[in-house]
């Protein structure tokens, strides 16, 4: 029986949290060497209300941990973040390894988009940028990610989508 105290136990998820020792000189020391055997990456906007609600949905969907994967955020989110420049991280990462990738957006007004553009145009958008990643990055698992506010203040609901079979297949 593995015992939860030792940083050396497997674990059962592709996560390395109980991996991480801490020496008397405030380093972090990563004890497996392989234990980023599954990367990920995440594209999402910048917005405050939803950031952190997002990368929590992706995390539940993927089963990676907060270091198992690399952000990358901008005014608009994935659907506008498809310029050359925004494009070097989603790149520099898949030749990275990583093989799960996120891209999301918000509704509930974002500051990316017009003024007045409804939830349904912006969700549309992230469905077409998901199904353009699905087709750039092949061998990678794809889900995109769409928050709104909740019916409650504070409250904050997440769609997951997939991306269409006939993008994940072309």
């Known amino acids: 029986m593995a015992d939860d105290n030792d940083p050396k136990a497997p674990t059962d998820t592709p996560s390395h949290e109980h991996a991480v020792t801490q020496d008397a000189d405030a380093w972090s020391v990563f004890v497996d060497a392989n234990e980023y055997s599954i990367l ?17 949905r992706f995390r539940l969907e993927t089963k990676l941990a907060e270091t198992d994967y690399w952000m990358h955020t901008g005014v608009g989110g994935s659907p506008k973040m498809e310029t050359q420049t925004h494009m070097e991280a989603p790149i520099y990462c898949y030749g990275q390894g990583a093989r799960i990738m996120g891209w999301s957006a918000h509704g509930s007004k974002c500051g990316g988009f017009r ?6 145009e912006i969700l549309k ?3 077409e940028t998901l199904n353009r990643n699905a087709k750039r990055y092949p061998d990678a698992r ?4 769409f928050a709104k506010e909740g019916e409650h203040a504070g409250d904050v609901e997440i769609l997951v989508i997939q991306p269409d079979p006939v993008a994940a297949e072309d």
């Open 142 to 145: 794809h889900l995109g990610l």
């Open 125 to 127: 958008a992230l469905k």
């Open 40 to 56: 990920g990456f995440l594209q999402m906007c910048i917005e405050r209300r939803f950031h952190l609600a997002v990368q929590e």
């Open 115 to 120: 003024p007045g553009t409804p939830d349904t």
